[in-house]
């Protein structure tokens, strides 16, 4: 069976595909903007949650902390302050910002639109913007939406408590730095951080590239993200073997098609602005079917991305190589070993 194309993530555990702009959606009033639900507590055992977020410029959200809530914003379209501790940097496509528990932040989308893809741990943090926000039934996002509700509408009780928000309407973020060489590394632990595009780590398995943003090191062992690239102008790719994972995954296409087999069953086809969801414990096969393919995978643990660093090299270009590089067998089943990752 194929994996199903569905409008909203579905909430049985298994496998599912998001087609363009589809997705559980909401929008804050005022916001103007929508968040679009791609998979939350229920679909992953409160692991993650990952969202895009689309909009026009907005103020609207405040300085605010989460004490246990672990936050992130990946910049894929238009442009993006973002406050986290004591810096702020413009992020532009690709521009990526970790915002572990404690730390005062505050995102402003510049637009002119403005395309994000968050993920937060837990997952059901997210029951915060299902509580303050509507139902959104339209097409893209209420560009004309100017109702002045503000993120906390009405919010009465130990709120900041059972939602973990915690808002600072004093506070005073401080000015716009440049980019430097330090967000062009991960750190060692979890710690506020700003990574530029295309400037961070590259790991190469064969002929399958990843560009690791976060990695469990990052994010205290709860989730894990990466840009995965590949080519169908290889012979082989270990991907092609079934892999199961311990975690969830959610890759977010961009270019080219990527066919995903799940078990012994038929190819499914994800595009660029679809969603291809992948639960734990479910063997699952990759097929790069174009030229260049690429694609962000979010994990909620050790996923794709675990798998090539720990299995494959260090790499020092940016583009794909013309050819795929040989890996080495025994290296491959320690990295599974290590992972506990299903080799098959």
């Given at each position: 069976?194929?994996?199903?194309?569905?409008?909203?993530?579905?909430?049985?555990?298994?496998?599912?595909?998001?087609?363009?702009?589809?997705?559980?959606?909401?929008?804050?009033?005022?916001?103007?903007?929508?968040?679009?639900?791609?998979?939350?507590?229920?679909?992953?055992?409160?692991?993650?949650?990952?969202?895009?977020?689309?909009?026009?410029?907005?103020?609207?959200?405040?300085?605010?902390?989460?004490?246990?809530?672990?936050?992130?914003?990946?910049?894929?379209?238009?442009?993006?302050?973002?406050?986290?501790?004591?810096?702020?940097?413009?992020?532009?496509?690709?521009?990526?910002?970790?915002?572990?528990?404690?730390?005062?932040?505050?995102?402003?989308?510049?637009?002119?639109?403005?395309?994000?893809?968050?993920?937060?741990?837990?997952?059901?943090?997210?029951?915060?913007?299902?509580?303050?926000?509507?139902?959104?039934?339209?097409?893209?996002?209420?560009?004309?939406?100017?109702?002045?509700?503000?993120?906390?509408?009405?919010?009465?009780?130990?709120?900041e408590e059972e939602f973990d928000v915690y808002a600072h309407p004093d506070h005073v973020g401080c000015e716009v730095s440049e980019w430097s060489e330090k967000d062009e590394i991960l750190p060692d632990g979890e710690v506020p951080y700003y990574l530029k595009a295309n400037m961070g780590p590259r790991w190469l398995l064969g002929g399958v590239l990843s560009r690791p943003f976060m990695t469990t090191k990052q994010s205290g062992g709860r989730s894990a993200i990466s840009t995965i690239e590949s080519s169908n102008a290889y012979s082989s790719s270990v991907f092609q073997r079934k892999l199961t994972f311990a975690a969830h995954h959610c890759l977010v296409m961009f270019d080219g098609e990527l066919k995903v087999y799940i078990g012994d069953g038929p190819a499914s086809s994800v595009r660029p602005g679809e969603v291809c969801f992948l639960p734990a414990k479910v063997a699952f096969r990759l097929e790069f079917a174009s030229k260049y393919v690429r694609f962000w995978s979010f994990a909620s643990g050790d996923g794709i991305e675990a798998l090539i660093g720990e299995a494959g090299e260090r790499y020092p270009g940016q583009a794909l190589p013309d050819q795929e590089k040989p890996w080495d067998e025994q290296k491959l089943k320690e990295a599974c070993q290590k992972l506990d990752i299903s080799i098959s």
């Open positions: 069976m194929s994996i199903p194309r569905v409008k909203q993530p579905p909430t049985d555990g298994s496998s599912y595909i998001l087609p363009q702009l589809e997705g559980e959606i909401f929008t804050i009033p005022g916001f103007k903007s929508v968040f679009r639900m791609f998979t939350s507590q229920e679909q992953t055992n409160n692991g993650m949650a990952v969202f895009a977020w689309d909009g026009v410029k907005n103020d609207t959200a405040p300085f605010h902390h989460h004490k246990y809530a672990h936050d992130i914003f990946l910049v894929a379209e238009g442009t993006m302050l973002c406050w986290n501790d004591d810096q702020c940097r413009l992020l532009g496509p690709g521009d990526f910002a970790s915002v572990p528990p404690g730390t005062i932040h505050k995102p402003y989308p510049q637009g002119p639109v403005t395309k994000a893809i968050d993920l937060i741990t837990p997952g059901d943090w997210v029951n915060f913007f299902r509580h303050v926000s509507d139902k959104f039934d339209g097409l893209i996002f209420p560009e004309w939406d100017d109702r002045k509700q503000g993120m906390f509408p009405n919010l009465v009780g130990n709120w």
